[in-house]
């Protein structure tokens, strides 16, 4: 697609219940990445991939959190057991390849908002 | 741990003056981003800093980086109300495929 999409744009959750959030990337690009985007801060990163493979999660705030990008396009971030505190903005964003000078230049999707009652 | 310190965190200012960010990192990286971010909007790409030295320029904005002081700024010339924005400084974290950002900079550009 022309730029990086996300689905839902708000949701909002009540506690305990579990939620994805899907991330469809710039087609082509290689690398996908996701951050957390409190209100009033900079964005916190979460986990990224290579292709299909995660290469980092050292992001992720505990095992409620997961996520997958089973044939390298499409990312779902899934949360377990919603609680309060994992209120937030969930961006994605994407590149067009892996790690070298320059590559890091991330565009970002518009995000998913999610509120947990 | 990598830190990314941007001061100020909020700067209010008149239409025609020039004002600087800083943006101070921990690490020894040589790479350094900058983003604007517009109210309920995501985050663009304004400049992508690749060496000490470098120094970048669009418009009304230009940034630098110092990779020996560990420090980028963002310097506003005569500024405009349509630059009123978060600007966020971001550097590659420590050799890992990820970006660390500061807090951001709120501009507000008064008329």
């Known amino acids: 697609g022309a730029g990086v999409s996300q689905s839902p744009r708000y949701k909002v959750t009540k506690r305990g219940q579990d939620v994805a959030l899907r991330c469809d990337p710039i087609?082509?690009?290689?690398?996908l990445y996701w951050y957390r985007q409190a209100l009033g801060q900079g964005p916190e990163f979460l986990t990224y991939?290579?292709?299909?493979?995660?290469?980092?999660k050292s992001g992720l705030p505990n095992d409620r959190f997961s996520a997958e990008r089973p044939e390298g396009s499409i990312s779902t971030l899934t949360i377990q057991r919603t609680e309060q505190r994992d209120s937030a903005m969930y961006r994605c964003?994407?590149?067009?390849?892996?790690?070298?000078?320059?590559?890091?230049?991330?565009?970002f999707g518009a995000g998913s908002r999610l509120t947990v009652l | 741990e990598l830190k990314v310190e941007q001061n100020p965190l909020f700067l209010s200012m008149q239409e025609g003056k020039n004002y600087t960010i800083y943006c101070n990192y921990s690490?020894?990286?040589?790479?350094l981003y900058w983003y604007r971010q517009d109210p309920g909007k995501s985050l663009e790409s304004l400049f992508v800093?690749?060496?000490?030295?470098a120094v970048k320029q669009e418009g009304r904005l230009m940034a630098s980086l110092d990779t020996k002081a560990r420090l980028s700024t963002l310097h506003i010339t005569a500024a405009v109300h349509d630059l009123s924005a978060t600007y966020f400084c971001?550097?590659?974290?420590?050799?890992?495929?990820?970006?660390?950002f500061g807090q951001g900079t709120r501009l507000t550009i008064n008329p």
């Open positions: 964003a994407s590149s067009p390849r892996i790690f070298s000078p320059g590559a890091n230049v991330l565009t």
């Open positions: 087609s082509g690009h290689v690398s």
């Open positions: 991939f290579n292709y299909e493979a995660q290469q980092d």
């Open positions: 690490t020894t990286s040589d790479r």
């Open positions: 800093l690749l060496s000490n030295g």
């Open positions: 971001a550097v590659d974290g420590e050799g890992a495929q990820k970006l660390v």
